[in-house]
């Protein structure tokens, strides 16, 4: 009873007590409850000799460009579950032209997350990016249109331990 008698006794502390519990608790619900924020990468993977070694350059990068009188091409890097990383694809624009498209659209998609931050990327302008780059898996030498269901079995990398892969950004 030594409870009960000290809320009686001080019923304006108890109050108070109560009052700060219950705002913090509502104040914990909001913070968890909110939307997160999308951020932009500000690097990317590329390599220079076909997924073998990986750097980092600038994301703003459309690959193919040349480095060293080598031609380069995007590197999407993958996570082996005992922390190996390995290139699971790579992918380059498919001529001058869809580099240029490429270029505008990712700037779109960058523009719309910074002003929409709880946001994705508009679907439309992923697509048009897709539909302007090729893709191959390290070693093949043919390269197949992103969106094609040819690409779908690239995108499926090669896992042979336990787990499940995943890309990595740096």
């Known amino acids: 009873m ?12 108890t109050i108070g007590v109560v009052s ?7 104040a914990f619900g909001l913070y968890s409850a909110r939307t997160p924020q999308l951020s ?17 350059d ?9 480095r060293g009188g080598r031609q380069v091409v995007a590197a999407h ?5 005992d922390g190996k990383l390995f290139v699971g694809y790579v992918e380059r624009a498919i001529s001058a032209e869809a580099k240029a498209a490429v270029e505008r ?28 780059l090729e893709v191959k898996r390290p070693g093949d030498t043919t390269w197949v249109g992103a969106e094609s269901s040819k690409a779908i079995l690239i995108y499926q990398t090669i896992w042979t331990g336990s787990g499940t892969p995943t890309e990595v950004n740096p």
């Open 40 to 56: 932009l990468p500000t690097q990317a993977y590329f390599s220079d000799d076909d997924g073998k070694t990986f750097f980092v």
């Open 2 to 13: 030594a409870i009960r008698e000290s809320i009686n006794a001080h019923p304006k502390s």
């Open 105 to 132: 659209d990712r700037a779109e998609i960058a523009a719309t997350i910074v002003a929409h931050p709880t946001a994705g990327p508009d679907g439309e302008l992923v697509t048009r990016v897709k539909k302007n």
């Open 20 to 26: 700060g519990v219950i705002v913090v608790i509502v």
């Open 58 to 66: 600038s994301v703003t990068k459309v690959a193919p460009f040349d």
């Open 77 to 81: 890097v993958f996570q082996y579950g």
